[in-house]
């Protein structure tokens, strides 16, 4: 398994879970290059590390720390399916009370995994700079519990664009949530300005920030 820094334990900064504690595993490796993303450092090849010494790291912040998730990100996670369900196998050996939440950008599909792990899916928009076609039009994405997306400055369009992304892939409402981009020197303002655009124009999703980034800003490990 190929992972670019080691598993360690914090906070759960964003998305559904957000403040939960969580050991956090970064895999290596990614098929975007999103303009925006702040873990670029996970698109190189990374470290090679056998599952099972993982899975010894990760039961020992476990049972160090008594928390609930093991959070799986990248990267992009999925493009190490079979290692990971061998992980998460491993794992079901050992512990009861434990949840995994994968966080992926959606255009791979979960390979067994959705039955044994819950998903954070963050579908890119144009300003991203990626094609957004690589996101089949069948898809409907039944198996995220979450979705997020990142709005930047243009608001009106980007959430123009999630309304279309919505709608054509039938995903309900309640599972979508808008996020300014984490990567602003003012990000209270830019939240709160999209907190009252969304106000203003009757918009019904949620909002949420990237509550690391408030806490500790553009930090590596947190």
Not at 5 to 12: L, N
Not at 47 to 76: A, R, S
Not at 158 to 164: L, M, P
Request: glycine share 6%.
């Amino acid at each position: 398994m190929k992972i670019c820094e080691e598993p360690f334990y914090s906070i759960q900064g964003e998305g559904d879970v957000i403040g939960y504690p969580s050991i956090f595993l970064r895999l290596a490796g990614c098929n975007l290059h999103c303009t925006f993303c702040d873990t670029k450092y996970s698109w190189n090849k990374g470290n090679d590390v056998e599952v099972e010494v993982i899975v010894e790291k990760l039961l020992e912040l476990k049972h160090k720390h008594n928390c609930l998730f093991i959070t799986i990100t990248g990267g992009e996670p999925l493009l190490q399916s079979d290692e990971i369900i061998e992980l998460v196998d491993r794992l079901r050996l050992t512990l009861t009370n434990f949840q995994i939440l994968i966080e992926t950008n959606g255009t791979i599909e979960p390979k067994k995994l959705e039955f044994l792990c819950d998903f954070s899916v963050s579908p890119k928009l144009n300003n991203s700079g990626n094609d957004v076609q690589i996101y089949r039009n069948e898809e409907n994405f039944w198996w995220a519990n979450y979705i997020k997306f990142v709005i930047g400055k243009n608001r009106k369009k980007d959430i123009n664009e999630v309304t279309k992304f919505v709608e054509l892939h039938n995903i309900p409402v309640k599972k979508v949530i808008l996020q300014p981009d984490g990567r602003t020197k003012k990000y209270r303002r830019t939240l709160r300005t999209l907190m009252e655009y969304v106000i203003k124009n009757n918009i019904p999703y949620r909002v949420l920030p990237q509550q690391h980034v408030i806490a500790w800003g553009q930090r590596r490990g947190v």
